[in-house]
């Protein structure tokens, strides 16, 4: 029997009870809690606290991080919790006391120390994820205020920064610690004196007793008693003891439990779920037992796994070893087990009944023989963990840290009295079918045999055969996942036989598990500014991001956190579900009854510019819904109905393209020498292909708009953020039709663009400004528009990255000397142009990479396809043309059987040199580089120790690579080489600032003051930046191709000392590709990276030990931003190199929308000894006071990561015989990795699979 929420409030006759909790120290009383409502939403609407930020709301960026503390009456102590506030139902908190970023300091009042030391330290950049990292680090001190090295990392693994690259944050929460040997940031062995980052002696001590009091109304012991909370459509009880549990779930059978919400808070929010009734038992004294018995612990349900975690760690302290090898497994899996956050709220039970295929803790339980309790009535809800002889539990993800795992395992193994002879063996894996399962044919084919190779194989055998899938198995990886279940158990097998006989040859060579980081060394180095005479000149300094403090305090202002207008209303956007398909019809009668909502707007009210045709991706936006909340707006744009006519064909890969011949024109080519000749002259002749995947751009502010109509003159006033305010203005004027001085376009700051904001923000921008525009003059309502996109939306309908394949034909000589080059260079662009011309045109100015071909072809195809529109991404084509060049020299090393580094250096630009397009090569500064970086890293011995090292070991191997980059510095489309600059000086002496860039974390208006201070001559503190505003500043280029120093700073120079409104044009630019001639670039930025690795060749894992990175930024503007910039863009090329995978089904749809399914780099992916050094005496007379553009060239450093992971993959194909060149596709993922590292395991899978 289940009952609709209104039957429900009949029966219950009540509108229901007082949510009573605290936030930052102030008693809210709510009498009505509204079930369906989060904390984070309540924060942010109702009582204006927008510290805490949305970036994902499914609990894996950590940008919501905030401090739940509850009194435990039991042990009579207040516990303090990180929560994601995205995941926690409002209804939960009931005698709770929440602390936000806001309550523990603010910049007007008194920082805390965590926040003062992230921001002085240059730990933020956009800021976004700043007040979750802040808060994370909080909670961590008020519960452990002298927390380990290990602490720390583990506090941090919920928590993602796009933009940083993690090194100054760990750094500085790491300074107190002494597992952490944090170098200083000196200039080294400069003949200048030493300069810091930043100075410690600044910081605040920690003084634990200056902190926020817990509530002491809330420390008394009260009495518990049932609690129910009504809303719209959910009913929630939070009953308080079992019995009465049991009658409530026999009452309202349909009713769901919910004890951390981490996974129905997921099912609700993004699989559109509902539950009229929701029970919350994580108070109940029976399901919070933890009781010790003789044959293991007991277990309540609504135990959570940092409970569990705390409880099984201190049983490992006590007990003897032989009876923790179970609990040692647990805390193995609990240790990868999502992040810090969600292990404070999640259960045991919320885990098991889940029954995921990849759940963590089932292969586990299920191996280790625990038994579960569940009941009706009567029975106590319990697991009872069993003590296994020799246990070892596995979880292999794409990331190390806070991933779902690809494959999970629990082996256990029980021998017969003081013999290797197996009496009892399981072995279980989640990921090989819908449910966790046993190996039960394996396990029983092992009975009563000897623990030796022969059973080795038997195993390995039988487990091919038995751990099958079918080729098109859901997850896909299907070679990996059933190599891994044969690379597990081998793992299982070396670790048994070392405990039985205590010595093992192979066990010494094979890591096992892979652990934290014991210890960082984290170097920066820049050359210091020589002491001048006059002291308001900053120029050269590293100082602090202006908006540093705000964005560790929660004050900085995104495009969400304007306060709501009083009559604002929400949009959310209704998208197409086909990749190729005409509408037939749009049924809006549905969503017009979900309550609040205004409008549907569509094609049709659209009163400027429009064109329409058929949908051709899979989030195509088709209209909109416009209603009082947000989620009514997005209720209802579930409710809309549309029928489509499918088209065919679709296409999704660059392959489909070329099969399809589906082009854009037009199409590139480049060519300078003599290719036939070349490859007529060449000892050799090689051919390869390399494919290099997407990348989503993963700002952690999505995009917003609020467009406010303002009622005259068909005026529209918007803020956005986005990279291109005046892009922005021209698009909606067009849509609108009305003369672009009628709109405004306002931008504060973003919380991160990577270009991702520099064209694609517009289909948001547009569409909020068509609604607001509608409601206003057709519906008379006069009523300002906002959305922010939700995480899985704005990945479904903006692109990122684009896709590229290249295939090369090589001529080499004997000594590695490359004569002649062919390439070809496929994009995938998507449904529309975008930027993608201007894209593969820099692939392909980038080619050579660094390389002197004499003899070159290039070739560039831009693809049509059913995709959303890949756009701009840092780097912008050039990582992807230096990639594929990277590859062929790769192959040309190994075909040679020489070191990659003789051959990279050998082939080298010289000064002078010209490029493909026929541009010298001035001021070259590589040689530099490469000398500098093969000293910072001791290359020489580094590889020699590595080389000892794949001698000693079979199963891991190291790699080392170093890479040079050579990067062009100006946007290729001449017309945008351009900027302008306003600035107001007011009879008090203060002057107020304005330029065309857009602040996006990179540090833009700081060095824009920086230069204002140093050309007017007054200092930094009377200068000041509002915005970037269309009606300050007009017709701007974007934020974008790294110029924007350059050109905003030259603006702001040249206005300064002429003293009149200035537009400033980079001279004398114009390539033009019929000719091959005219300059491409204003000048080159350039860069060296040594990177070394290990790679687990059993599972394909990888950990990076070692970057060292040499970068040429000219005369630094400020080396602390700069040095930012150098690690933030390296750690974005760590992801796009080895980690992040955009994934679609064959019709175009993209599964990938989240940070649950997409993996950015995280805070374990930091090399663990990283150096970054800039080139000193490099002025570059280019560019503003002899500075260099940095945003984009560091990035594809981390190219040097592939091509050790390339490197060490090499050594381990040689031990099973296999030489020369082998195709590695990018990303380097543990799949692509393990594949490559072809043995006799890979090979039983293929023989079972006919592969
Ligand atoms: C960001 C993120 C990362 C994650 N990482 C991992 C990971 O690494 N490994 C992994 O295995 N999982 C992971 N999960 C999944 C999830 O966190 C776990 O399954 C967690 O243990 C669920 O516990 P919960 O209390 O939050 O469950 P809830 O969401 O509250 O409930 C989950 C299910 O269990 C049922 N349930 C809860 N308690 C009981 C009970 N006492 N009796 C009967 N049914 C009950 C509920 O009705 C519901 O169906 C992740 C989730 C998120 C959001
Ligand atoms: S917004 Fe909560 S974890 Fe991302
Ligand atoms: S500073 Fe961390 S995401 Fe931008």
Redesign the pocket.
């Known amino acids: 029997m289940s009952f609709t929420v209104e039957e429900t409030k009949i029966k219950l006759q009540s509108t229901g009870d007082d949510l009573v909790f605290f936030v930052n120290g102030k008693k809210i009383t709510e009498k009505n809690a509204e079930p369906e409502i989060t904390l984070l939403t309540y924060l942010r609407r109702s009582l204006g606290l927008t510290g805490t930020k949305l970036g994902c709301a499914?609990?894996?960026c950590g940008a919501c991080t905030l401090m739940v503390s509850k009194y435990h009456p039991h042990q009579n102590r207040i516990i303090h919790h990180a929560v994601n506030a995205c995941?926690a139902p409002l209804c939960s908190l009931h005698h709770c006391a929440v602390t936000t970023v806001e309550g523990i300091g603010s910049v007007a009042s008194k920082l805390h120390p965590v926040q003062e030391r992230i921001a002085k330290a240059h730990g933020s950049q956009c800021g976004f994820c700043t007040p979750g990292i802040v808060m994370s680090m909080y909670a961590l001190l008020r519960s452990n205020p002298q927390p380990s090295m290990h602490d720390i990392q583990e506090a941090f693994q919920?928590n993602l920064c796009r933009c940083t690259g993690y090194r100054p944050i760990l750094e500085v929460t790491c300074l107190k610690t002494h597992s952490c040997e944090v170098k200083p940031t000196v200039d080294d062995n400069s003949m200048l004196p030493a300069q810091k980052l930043y100075d410690q002696s600044e910081f605040m001590p920690l003084d634990p007793t200056q902190e926020i009091i817990f509530p002491p109304e809330l420390m008394v012991r009260i009495k518990l008693r049932e609690l129910r909370f009504v809303g719209e459509r959910v009913l929630w009880i939070q009953p308080c003891s079992l019995k009465e549990l049991l009658e409530l779930k026999a009452t309202y059978p349909n009713a769901?439990?919910?004890?951390?919400?981490?996974?129905?808070?997921?099912e609700m929010k993004f699989k559109n779920l509902l539950y009229p009734v929701i029970l919350a038992?994580a108070y109940i004294p029976e399901?919070n037992i933890i009781q010790h018995t003789q044959d293991g612990i007991e277990v309540g349900?609504?135990v959570?796994?940092t409970v569990l975690g705390d409880v099984l760690r201190a049983a490992v302290k006590k007990l003897p070893t032989h009876q923790t090898e179970v609990f040692e497994a647990v805390l193995e899996q609990l240790r990868?087990?999502?992040?810090q956050q969600?292990r404070n709220?999640?259960?045991?039970?919320?885990?098991?009944?889940?029954a995921?295929p990849?759940?963590?803790?089932n292969p586990v339980f299920m191996a280790a023989g625990c038994k579960l309790t569940?009941m009706s009535k009567g029975a106590t809800?319990l697991l009872l963990f069993f003590c296994g002889q020799y246990f070892s539990a596995f979880k292999q993800s794409p990331r190390k840290e806070?991933?779902?795992?690809i494959v999970t395992s629990g082996m256990n193994v029980l021998f017969k009295e003081k013999s290797n002879i197996v009496q009892s063996i399981r072995i279980s894996y989640g990921g090989m079918a819908p449910v966790t399962v046993l190996a039960t044919a394996t396990c029983n084919r092992l009975l009563n045999r000897q623990w030796n190779e022969e059973l080795l194989e038997q195993a390995c055998t039988s487990l091919a055969e038995e751990m099958s899938l079918s080729p098109s198995a859901p997850g896909g990886m299907v070679t990996y996942r059933r190599t891994l279940t044969i690379s597990l158990f081998y793992k299982f097998f070396l670790t048994v036989q070392h405990k039985l006989v205590h010595i093992n040859r192979h066990l010494a060579t094979l890591s096992v598990h892979c652990v934290f980081a014991d210890c960082f060394t984290l170097f920066p180095c820049f050359q210091a500014v020589p002491p001048g005479d006059n002291s308001d000149d900053v120029v050269g300094h590293p100082i602090m991001h202006l908006s540093a403090l705000k964005h560790a305090t929660g004050e900085a202002i995104y495009c969400d956190d304007i306060p709501c207008y009083e009559n604002e209303l929400r949009l959310a956007l209704v998208t197409s579900t086909k990749a190729h398909a005409l509408i037939k019809s749009i049924d809006t009668s549905d969503a017009m009854e979900v309550p609040g909502v205004v409008a549907f707007i569509s094609a049709k009210d659209i009163p400027g510019s429009n064109l329409t045709g058929p949908v051709t991706c899979v989030g195509h936006i088709v209209g909109a819904i416009v209603a009082d909340t947000q989620a009514h707006a997005q209720r209802a744009a579930k409710a809309v109905k549309i029928s489509y006519e499918e088209l065919h064909p679709v296409i999704v890969t660059i392959q489909d393209a070329i099969a399809n011949k589906s082009f854009y024109q037009p199409v590139r080519s480049m060519e300078r020498g003599d290719v036939a000749q070349g490859f007529k002259d060449s000892d050799h002749i090689l051919h390869g292909k390399m494919h290099i995947g997407g990348q989503e751009q993963f700002y952690l502010e999505t995009n917003c708009t609020v467009a406010v109509p303002r009622g005259e003159d068909g005026e529209m006033e918007l803020f956005v953020s986005t990279q291109a305010a005046s892009k922005t203005q021209a698009l909606v004027a067009k849509a609108l039709g009305v003369p672009a001085n009628r709109v405004v376009c306002r931008v504060k700051r973003m919380g991160g663009g990577f270009g991702g904001k520099e064209s694609r923000s517009t289909i948001l921008s547009t569409v909020v400004a068509v609604a607001a525009y509608t409601l206003a003059f057709f519906f008379r309502t006069k009523r300002p528009v906002r959305c922010m996109l939700d995480r899985d939306e704005d990945m479904l309908v903006t692109g990122g990255r684009h896709p590229f394949f290249g295939h090369y034909k090589v001529g080499y000589m004997n000594n590695g000397r490359v004569n002649a080059l062919d390439v070809t260079l496929y994009s995938n662009a998507g449904n529309s142009m975008d930027l993608s011309l201007s894209i593969l045109e820099r692939a392909l100015f980038h080619m050579d990479n660094s390389y002197n071909i004499p003899n070159i072809h290039g070739t560039g195809y831009i693809c049509k396809t059913n995709l959303p529109s890949n756009s701009a991404f840092r780097g912008f084509g050039g990582p992807q043309g230096m990639m594929i060049a990277e590859s062929w020299m790769s192959d040309v090393a190994l075909s040679c059987g020489l070191p990659a580094e003789e051959v990279r250096r050998m082939n080298m630009y010289k000064e002078g040199d010209f490029t493909p397009f026929n541009q010298r090569l001035d001021q070259f500064t590589i040689d530099l580089c490469w000398e500098e970086c093969m000293q910072l890293s001791d290359f020489n011995m580094r590889k020699e120790a590595v080389e000892q090292y794949n001698r000693q070991h079979r199963w891991t191997k190291r790699g080392l690579a170093i890479i040079p980059t050579k990067f062009g510095i100006s946007y290729t489309a001449v017309f945008l080489n351009q900027a302008g600059a306003l600035v107001h000086v007011y009879s008090d002496g203060s002057v107020l600032l304005t330029h065309g860039g857009t602040e996006m974390g990179q540090g833009l208006h700081t060095k824009m003051v920086q230069v204002a201070s140093k050309t007017l001559g007054i200092p930094c503190s009377k200068i000041h930046i509002t915005e970037t505003s269309t009606n300050t500043v007009p017709n701007t280029s974007p934020t974008a191709a790294s110029v924007s120093s350059d050109l905003n700073g030259m603006a702001v120079y040249i206005l300064i000392e002429l003293r009149m409104i200035i537009f400033y044009r980079t001279p004398d630019l114009g390539y033009d590709f019929n000719t091959n001639s005219g300059r491409a670039f204003n000048y080159f930025s350039y860069g060296v990276a040594v990177s070394e690795v290990e790679i687990d060749c059993l599972t394909g894992s990888h950990k990076n030990l070692h970057t060292s990175i040499v970068m040429d930024v000219g005369k630094s503007l400020n080396p602390a931003l700069d040095i930012g910039q150098v690690e933030g863009g390296f750690m974005q090329g760590l992801g796009l190199f080895t980690l992040e995978e955009l994934r679609y089904s064959p019709d175009g749809y993209l599964y990938t929308r989240g940070?649950?399914m997409y993996k950015i780099p995280s805070f374990g992916d930091i090399p663990i000894e990283l150096k970054v050094s800039l080139l000193r005496d490099a002025p570059n007379e280019k560019a503003i006071f002899s500075s260099k553009a940095v945003g984009e060239p560091p990035l594809f450093l981390a190219a040097s990561v592939f091509y050790a992971i390339k490197d060490a993959i090499t050594v381990a194909r040689a031990e099973s015989g296999l030489t020369g060149p082998f195709r590695l596709d990018s990303p380097a993922t543990p799949e692509r990795i393990r594949n490559a590292c072809e043995d006799k395991f890979t090979k039983l899978v293929c023989i079972n699979f006919h592969c």
Request: glycine fraction near 18%; aromatic fraction near 6%; avoid cysteine.
């Open positions: 499914e609990g894996g995941l919920g769901k439990l919910v004890v951390g919400n981490t996974e129905v808070g997921i038992p399901l349900a609504s959570t796994l990868w087990f999502a992040g969600i709220v999640a259960a045991v039970g919320g885990n098991i009944m889940t995921s990849i759940s963590d803790l569940v809800f806070d991933d779902i795992a940070p649950g």
